[in-house]
């Protein structure tokens, strides 16, 4: 059941980044609004990360899925950062 729980964060996390990813392509240079919701998205996939860690402790930390969605909302919050720099920059 554990098991299940963790996948079933994993995936809600993920989804949480990917959303993330696309409001940030779709504000990147344009629209300060749809970087602020990418900002939001990632900090309810980074809640849904901590739970998961939280829950499951290592077995958590140790699962593929979880690194690969961790390093995606690093990656992604990177983004959206260079994005509102950007944005700034223009206004």
């Known amino acids: 059941m554990a098991q299940h729980n963790l996948h079933e964060q994993l995936q809600q996390a993920s989804k949480q980044i990917h959303e993330a990813q696309e409001s940030a392509r779709m504000g990147q240079g ?3 609004k749809l970087l602020e919701q990418a ?3 990632l900090q309810q996939a980074e809640q849904q990360l901590q739970t998961a860690q939280d829950q499951a402790g290592t077995e958590a930390t140790e699962n593929a899925q979880f690194q ?3 390093e995606q909302l690093h990656d992604t919050r990177q983004q959206v950062q260079e994005a509102q720099q ?3 920059d223009v206004l």
């Open 68 to 70: 690969q969605a961790y």
């Open 39 to 41: 900002e939001q998205q």
């Open 86 to 88: 950007n944005n700034n």
């Open 30 to 32: 344009s629209d300060p």
